[in-house]
């Protein structure tokens, strides 16, 4: 069994900045990954990014790259999403998961934390 934890979510203006952060407790196992995704009421799961987990790999949805960035913390079971120039389309619910990086499969989820971006 894993166990997630997000922080960091809250209310920010356009073009502010906020930093999500997931730590992953209990087995983590070989060729794994983390990844964030988002949803808002009504709407579809949305891939965000995601990180191999030691941090080699990357990917980005179309929709962030260049204003987000996923990266490893000192401790590689803690992980965290940068989100610059936030616009209100990034305002959802953002959940970390782990699970097969290579197969995309992903066995554990957070609980979600809630990023709204207003002005």
């Known amino acids: 069994q894993v166990q997630l934890a997000e922080s960091g979510g809250g209310l920010v203006h356009p073009g502010g900045s906020l930093t999500l952060s997931c730590t992953a407790s209990?087995?983590?196992?070989?060729?794994?990954?983390m990844g964030w995704f988002r949803q808002g009421r009504e709407k579809d799961r949305e891939f965000v990014a995601r990180?191999?987990?030691?941090?080699?790999?990357?990917r980005y949805a179309y929709s962030v790259e260049g204003r987000f960035t996923i990266s490893n913390g000192n401790d590689r079971n803690t992980k965290y999403l940068q989100m610059n120039n936030l616009q209100t389309d990034d305002t959802d619910t953002y959940y970390c998961?782990?699970?097969?990086?290579?197969?995309?499969?992903?066995?554990?989820w957070g609980r979600g934390t809630q990023v709204t971006v207003s002005s």
């Open positions: 990180i191999s987990w030691n941090g080699e790999r990357t």
């Open positions: 209990g087995r983590i196992r070989s060729g794994w990954a």
């Open positions: 998961a782990v699970g097969n990086e290579a197969l995309g499969l992903w066995d554990y």
